[in-house]
């Protein structure tokens, strides 16, 4: 399961802290996947507590297993055929290039 899935299951039950660290998470995952805690704390302008216990809160025992699991759909997308085709995708089909 994809961690914007995970998050979407808990959508109504999320402070708006909570919010604010999603939102720099999902805004700029590549970034975010290899920041540390605080950094991300200080991003999303929460305390760090926050992203930690925002963390625990969708399943994982902490924040390194949240950053995981980000880090782990960043290569997944980042596959060479996975890059090919969303590549291709915004290509027009009448074009030759």
Do not use: W
């Amino acid at each position: 399961m994809s961690l914007r899935n995970i998050i979407e299951g808990y959508e109504g039950r999320l402070t708006a802290s909570d919010r604010r660290v999603v939102q720099t998470l999902l805004a700029n995952p590549t970034e975010c996947a290899f920041l540390s805690v605080s950094s991300l704390a200080d991003k999303a302008n929460v305390h760090t507590t926050t992203a930690v216990r925002l963390a625990q809160k969708l399943g994982f025992s902490g924040y390194p297993g949240l950053r995981a699991t980000l880090q782990k759909e960043i290569i997944a997308d980042s596959s060479p055929a996975e890059r090919r085709r969303r590549r291709l995708s915004h290509l027009e089909q009448d074009t030759i290039v």
